[in-house]
Every structure is written in C-alpha cells, then in structure tokens.
C-alpha cells in the first residue's frame, strides 16, 4: 500500500478549470447543429480551422518558449471556437485561422497565458479580423440559398444582414420563428436565440457561468433599446431586433462569462456587464461596422482592473459591497 | 456580506452505535506540549497503572494512561495533527487503576477548572486544551454555549453519535462549562432540524447550511444579537466524568471512507495507532490516502503506526483522493464568496504574488477561521487557505518594513 502525503483539505473540488473548459467547449459544439444544418459543413471546417490554428499556436509556442506542451488546459480550443461563432460561414478558412492565431500569439501567451490575459483573445481576434477585412467578416450568406461548398473561396447568395438594415435605419422583417431559430443571414453561432439561451442554462446549471454580468449586460442593452431606438418603431420591437439579431446574445453569454476578463468582484462584474452594453449599443449608433460587440468587450475588458480597484477601496472605506 | 454559498459536499456518515476498540497490546500515547524534561513525567521502565499521569506540560493537555502497563519507551515523534511530539510508548500488562477521587474544595467555578485541566481534556472543535477554551469562552462573555453535533465533514459522524449516546453526560458537562463561562443558555447545536426531536428539552440551533456550517451558524446568531459558542460533545461528556476525578483517556472517532469496508464510530483508548483503528473497519489494500481529522484541516499519514490523537473526530481512508494541478487564478471569485467571514482570498493571493507585501492591504486575513473552504471549491486548486495564513502572520508579525 502506497501511501500518499499531501495537504489538507481533502474535500473534492466541484469544479475545476478544466471541466469549465469543458462545459464553455460544450456550449459552443452545441452552437453548431443549427448552421450545420443550414449552411452545410463548410461552419465546422471554419471552426476547426481556427481551433486547430490556436492549438498550434499554443503547443508551439509552449514548447519553443517554456518547454511545457502547451497551456495544458482547453482554453486554447474554447478561443478557438468562439473566434469561429463570431465569423460568417461564407468566411474563406484563412481568416479563422489568422484571428485565432492573433489571438493566442498577440492577447494570451504574451500576458501570460490562461488567467493571466486582460483583454479576451477571442474577442480581439475577430476585432483584428474585422479591423483587416470587414468585407470578408460581413458577407453573410442567405440560409435560404441553400448549402455552402467546401471550397476556401466560394461565390455565394449574399444575404442582407438585419445589422446592416438597422444601421441604415431600416426595419428588417424577420418572422418571429426565424428570429428564435437563427434563420436569416448571420455570423456562424451568433443566430440561434434558443440555442444560445439553452446554452446559457447548461453553463448556469453547470455553475460554470456566473449569471450577474450576462443579465445586466442584456437588462442595458434592452434598456438601451427601447429608450434610443434606431428605427421609428415601438420599443418592444427595437429591443427585439437590437436582442436578437447580431452577436450580442452570444457576446453575453461567452465573451461576458468569461472568468479571467471580467471583473472579480461581484459589484465590478454588475458595472462591466453594463458599461460594456452601453458601449455596443453606443457603437451601435454612431459606429462605422454592423457589429461591434467585440470591440465593446474589449474596451470594457480594459476596465476590469479599474472596476475592481474601485469596489476594493470602496470596501476599504466601510462600504460594505459584495 | 450577501450571497454566500458555501461549499456543498455528499455526507455519507456512519450512523451506527459507538463500539468499542478491544485495546491493543502497546499504545503510543502522545505527550503532547512536554518538551521540557520535568513535564514529562514517564520514564523508560516505569509501571503504570491506567488514568496514572504521563506528562504535565505547562501550556498544553496533560497525558494520562489508559491502560496499567510498562513505559517501553519515550520517543519523539511525529503525531498527525499535533506535529512533533513526545509519545510514550506503553505496553499493556496487569490491571492497576488509580484510584479515582472528585474534584472538591473551592466554588463550582473553580473546580471544573481544576477538573477540565487536570484530566488532560482537550476541546475537538479546535483541538485546544478544554481549560484554556473555557478562560476564552469567559473572557468572550458568551451568553449561548453549544454542544457542537454539527457535522460538516463528508465523512465523519462522532460528534453524533456521542451526543446520541452520552446525552446525560454531555448535558452535565454543557451545565458545568455554561456555569464556568457564565452563559446564561445552554443547547445543542444541529446539522438538520429532524435530528431534534431526539433532545428534548434542549433548546435546539440548525446549521442546516453548506460548509463552513459552523461558521454560517455562529454568523447567524451573531446578527440576531447573540454571542454564541461552540463546544466539542467528548470534551463536555469527558468534564463530567472529570468532575468525578476519572481523565480523558479513551476518545471517539469515525473511521470511514471508501477505502474502509464497514465504516463505524469506534471508541479508542489514547495512543491507539492508524492501523489498529483502520483494520477493525476493514482496510482496501487500494487505499491511496489516509488521513486524520476532519477532511478540511487534517493531516495525510503515510505511516499507519502513528497515533490517532484524542481530539481527531475520524480517520478517513479513501481510494482515489482527487488528484491538486495547480494553475493560474482564474478570477472566477468562488473563494470570496464561499468564506464566512468575508475575506477575499484571491486578493491575498494576488497582493502575495508581488514583490513588496503592504500588509495594510491585507484586508481581514486575521479573521480566518482556518476552515479551508476557499481552498476546497478553487477551481485551480490554488491553496488559499494557506496564502491567508501567511498573510495573517505576515500582518501579526509586524517586520514588514
């Protein structure tokens, strides 16, 4: 008998960085289904594009700089994958690719890898992509035209994106079915409304998401809807169509769950989840793409030490905030 | 502060009688506090008779024999949960006693002091000398005292089971303490509210809460205007029986886990090793990990001829105790929310990890109550626990310029 000496507590852990991995990895397979269906398999070779780029990257660079086979985690795949959902599924598979390398060579590895990163690489990945070619990040195809080929560079049914008829002040006219089900023109996991909200419940009841961020980032962003809408319709319609439409759903739901970017305090986490709402809906507004998610994130994400700070030596004070 | 969670964890105690250990042949009785040669007061080659006097430390328990036999030996050794220490080691032979006499003279205030110190009592909720808790509870002006039967430990079930089966003792020794400490309220302290229809005519506190229960319930009580104390159910069962002059020399412990086939609350005289208390439970020869105590601040053995100290609740053996990678924080703030006392560990972590400590923004480190549940639910196994500790010191020390 082999005994072993190790130090207390000996209580098991109910959850560990890598089954949260795991369950955000999860989630977002489960993002798949639906454009699989619609746009063929072309969404999963994008995906796997941009997860097996990031996994290079990672074990690469790990072993070459720390000797270590990579970060050792799924972190690497999870950047992957949610760089992939916020691409079109016309998207050429070089640009997945490029985004994610971005993202674990420029934002991750040289903060300090996994934990250690202030600004969500996913997040500035695409905002790279987006920055370098918008015209590439834009081209949604129409779900109604049927699948895509497999080649990178396809012709394609280009499809008007609802973001795009908003910003010209337009009302976009989606019935209420496909608004729920993703089926109009749109980035690869960003469409299907019940599918990320099932996603949100998994992760929630799975206790690897923390609900406050995601409910007020949705709560000012509604907020923000219904009080300066875009269109002159009534405010229940433009919440429905700033909600549903474009990536903010899937922004709430993994670029504001993410752990490491946002802040760590439960009052800092209410202000980011606000501030960065505000932002995308301000971006929204006045900005030049159709989508803006990323950069809000990233912006906000800059303010995450500050938020903290404050709560901090507000506490410091007296304050008793949580 | 609001949404505190706790950690949650699968009791799966053991509900059986209390049984007695058959006492083995030699006993390693730790001394523990006897560093100094006069307070150790066996000597190789003495004979002793059971509840006769080893040692008598100044600022610790003193040690009594359980069983009339010869001091084979006196050894420094080390002892889980106590650290290193002297142990006597006594071999079983005839049946001598000490003749047992109660304590007099004085008020009753004086004499449950006298009987607390003088039968070597220690307290199993902190693993302290009962006298000295009882100076503590004094000087704290509680006005609540608790037989503590809360369990929040996934594996132990003594302080149950002796408060199912030693109730009269336990309730003369909650009396006699309540009378030393001056709690106006005596009552017992309880994991779930079903449990109390059993102690009538004791006024009943629930913790019916997730890990640190203990900690949440005092909290509670706190709020509502009560300064409440806890007390281990053997320390007070032993009082009583100290009352009448007899030592505390047997202890109760829960020996359970997965790697134990039939888990049991076995009664066992002072001295008693590991291994006689793990194979009278049937003991997996797959077992990869023993430890003594409860599971958040016990002590792992790797060698099972150690002694079980009197104060250790349960010995748990388990098959595949969960495997500690340690990788960066990932800034979830499960520790923060799951500590009673409101500490931010991963702030401590984070002020530690830098090169000068101000010990000023170490904010409440000396209020941790070691109970080790940031450590437990870490995500990224980090041990927080330990960090608060060391910021604590770090803070008490004062040499931080």
């Known amino acids: 008998m082999k005994l072993r000496a190790c130090a207390a507590p000996f209580l098991y852990r109910e959850k560990t960085v890598f089954s949260m991995q795991g369950d955000a990895l999860f989630a977002l397979l489960a993002l798949l289904v639906l454009p699989c269906v619609q746009y063929g398999p072309r969404v999963l070779l994008a995906a796997l594009a941009a997860c097996a780029s990031c996994a290079v990257c990672d074990i690469v660079t790990g072993l070459l700089v720390k000797r270590s086979f990579g970060s050792g985690d799924l972190s690497s795949l999870v950047t992957g994958l949610t760089v992939a959902m916020l691409l079109p599924p016309t998207v050429p598979y070089w640009l997945p690719a490029l985004a994610g390398a971005f993202a674990i060579l420029a934002v991750k590895l040289p903060f300090g890898a996994t934990g250690n990163n202030l600004f969500n690489p996913a997040a500035a990945g695409v905002a790279f992509a987006t920055v370098c070619r918008p015209d590439l990040v834009f081209a949604y195809a129409d779900p109604a035209a049927g699948r895509l080929s497999l080649e990178s560079e396809i012709s394609f049914t280009a499809g008007t994106s609802p973001g795009s008829i908003l910003a010209k002040g337009l009302m976009p006219s989606i019935l209420p079915r496909d608004l729920l089900w993703g089926v109009f023109p749109g980035a690869i996991g960003c469409t299907g409304a019940l599918v990320l909200g099932a996603a949100a419940i998994f992760l929630l009841a799975r206790r690897s998401l923390r609900w406050e961020t995601m409910v007020c980032f949705l709560v000012t962003a509604a907020v923000a809807a219904a009080l300066f809408p875009r269109i002159p319709t009534t405010a229940l319609t433009s919440v429905k169509y700033e909600l549903l439409t474009g990536s903010l759903l899937f922004a709430a739901v993994f670029l504001c769950g993410d752990p490491v970017t946002t802040p760590r305090t439960f009052t800092g986490r209410c202000c980011f989840g606000a501030l960065a709402a505000a932002l995308l809906m301000a971006m929204r507004h006045v900005g030049a793409y159709e989508q803006g998610a990323c950069f809000a994130i990233l912006l906000a994400n800059a303010f995450s030490p500050v938020l903290d700070g404050a709560v901090l030596s507000a506490r410091m004070k007296g304050v008793r905030l949580p | ?401």
Not at chain 2, 77 to 96: D, F, K, T, Y
Not at chain 2, 101 to 125: P, S
Not at chain 2, 215 to 234: C, D, N
């Open chain 2, 1 to 401: 502060m609001p949404f505190l969670r706790g950690y949650r964890f699968e009791y799966h105690g053991a509900d059986g009688p209390i049984e007695d250990l058959p006492i083995p042949e030699t006993l390693c009785v730790p001394m523990p506090g006897a560093e100094e040669s006069y307070a150790r007061i066996a000597a190789q080659g003495d004979l002793v008779a059971a509840g006769q006097v080893l040692s008598a430390p100044k600022y610790a328990a003193a040690a009594h024999a359980p069983v009339s036999g010869v001091v084979e030996a006196v050894e420094f050794r080390q002892i889980p949960g106590c650290g290193h220490v002297w142990a006597a080691v006594l071999r079983r032979e005839g049946s001598r006693a000490v003749r047992t006499k109660a304590v007099t003279g004085g008020g009753l205030e004086e004499r449950v002091l006298c009987a607390a110190a003088e039968a070597g009592i220690v307290d199993e909720i902190t693993g302290r000398p009962l006298y000295q808790e009882l100076y503590r509870l004094r000087r704290r002006e509680v006005s609540l005292l608790l037989a503590c039967g809360i369990e929040d430990d996934p594996w132990c079930s003594s302080a149950r089971a002796v408060l199912r089966e030693r109730l009269g003792d336990v309730g003369e020794g909650l009396r006699l303490a309540a009378s030393f400490c001056g709690a106006e309220e005596l009552g017992i302290a309880l994991s779930t509210r079903e449990e109390a229809a059993a102690y009538p005519g004791f006024r009943v506190e629930t913790a019916n809460a997730p890990y640190p229960a203990k900690a949440f319930l005092l909290r509670r009580l706190r709020k509502s205007g009560v300064s409440a104390s806890l007390i281990g159910p053997q320390a007070l069962a032993a009082l009583c029986r100290a009352m009448k002059g007899e030592a505390q020399t047997f202890g109760v412990a829960t020996v359970a886990g997965d790697a134990v086939r039939t888990a049991k609350n076995l009664r066992f005289p002072a001295g008693t090793s590991v291994r006689e208390l793990l194979s009278r439970c049937g003991l997996s020869e797959d077992a990869s990990l023993v430890y003594v105590g409860p599971a958040a601040q016990g002590s792992a053995v790797t060698d099972l001829d150690a002694p079980v100290p009197l104060h250790a609740r349960c010995v748990t053996a388990l098959l595949h105790p969960q495997r500690k990678r340690a990788v960066a924080c990932i800034g979830c703030g499960r520790c923060a929310r799951v500590c009673p006392q409101g500490i931010l560990p991963w702030e401590i972590h984070e002020a530690l990890r830098k090169s000068s400590v101000d010990p000023f923004l170490l904010l409440g480190v000396q209020n941790c109550i070691n109970c080790a549940a940031c450590t437990a639910v870490c995500p990224a196994g980090l041990p927080l626990s330990a960090e608060v500790a060391r910021a604590a010191a770090i803070r008490k020390s004062g040499d931080f310029f």
